[in-house]
């Protein structure tokens, strides 16, 4: 969501803020959309296929998310600057046509819909497989309006991109949690049974911290060791 | 047509990502464990031992291909 709050602030600020809310409550609308139409269709489905599935799915997301963060912790990939971000949308918001239908600037509109549904489409998608899996959709919902609220009311108080925000730390943490309950799910579903119950989940945790925290620091020595060689080559 | 793979691509993007092996490992592990708990083993360790060599060859393949 900081992602997404940077697009719109740059887009407020260069070319006003009417069509970039617009945008962001046309985004917001049919993310609840989304929630709210696959939310009881899922419910239908019995829960141990769907924990197979959702396990599956939350895995390859989980995966995904601790991949990108080991390699940005290791310094493989470059850290999100939010700033310098902020600063090529400002560009690209100026320098860009305006074209006025129905008195909505419709570039504003579309960079902040795209930028609030993308980003929005993500917690979405941890809102139904967690929400599913435990049942309680709407409680999961709540919690994820919760934190996009808490967002943008730090957006609106200092009025600039959250360049602050521990993004890699956020991103590794998220990625280990998704991981976590996509292997306590996914075995669950395929017809495991944990030793200690739900208990299993924190033993599931502290496996894919420990092992993302060591390849992180493999991966840093392994790093350090080749720019050290390097000149020798 | 240009929309159908659009919308395709995306999907696959936002799902799948940026190795396609991991989301085919996960699959395998998964059906591997389905698989023992059909035949009474319960393969508890199985997914976490195969997530945690999943992640690691994943992460290396891609520092690999970074390293000149």
């Known amino acids: 969501m900081v ?40 419910l239908r489905i019995p829960i141990e296929d769907l924990r197979l ?16 963060a080991i390699l940005r912790a290791g310094g493989y990939t470059a850290l999100r600057d939010e700033e ?36 929005g489409l993500e917690v979405a998608f941890i809102v139904l497989t967690f929400g599913s899996a435990h049942g309680s959709i709407g409680l999961a919902a709540l919690s994820a309006g919760a934190a996009v609220v808490v967002v943008a009311l730090a957006g609106l108080l200092v009025h600039r991109p959250l360049s602050a925000v521990p993004e890699n730390s956020m991103k590794f943490a998220v990625g280990a949690m998704l991981t976590t309950f996509g292997i306590f799910w996914g075995a669950e579903g395929a017809g495991v049974t944990w030793p200690g119950g739900d208990g299993a989940i924190l033993a599931v945790l502290a496996l894919v911290v420990l092992a993302s925290l060591g390849l992180t620091a493999l991966i840093r020595r392994e790093r350090r060791r080749t720019i050290a060689a390097a000149p020798a080559r | 047509m240009r929309h159908i793979a659009g919308f395709f691509r995306f999907w696959y993007e936002f799902i799948i990502g940026d190795d396609w092996r991991v989301a085919a490992g996960v699959v395998a592990a998964l059906a591997v464990t389905f698989v023992f708990t059909r035949r009474g083993i319960d393969a508890w360790w199985l997914l976490p031992s195969a997530v945690v060599l999943i992640l690691f060859a994943s992460v290396w393949r891609a520092c690999r291909r970074e390293t000149p």
């Not at chain 1, 006003?16 to 709210?36: F, I, K, N, P």
């Not at chain 1, 599935?53 to 990108?68: D, E, N, P």
Request: charged share 15%.
């Open chain 1, 3 to 42: 992602e997404a709050l940077t697009i719109v602030l740059a887009v407020g600020v260069t070319r006003g803020w009417r069509s970039a809310l617009l945008g962001v409550a046309a985004a917001t609308v049919a993310l609840a959309a989304c929630v709210a139409v696959l939310g009881p269709a899922l």
């Open chain 1, 53 to 68: 599935v959702i396990g599956a799915l939350l895995l390859i997301f989980g995966l995904q998310w601790l991949r990108k």
């Open chain 1, 84 to 119: 310098a971000a902020y600063r090529h949308e400002l560009e690209q918001a100026r320098t860009a046509n305006r074209v006025m239908r129905g008195g909505i600037d419709w570039y504003a509109f579309t960079l902040s819909f795209k930028g609030v549904f993308l980003e």
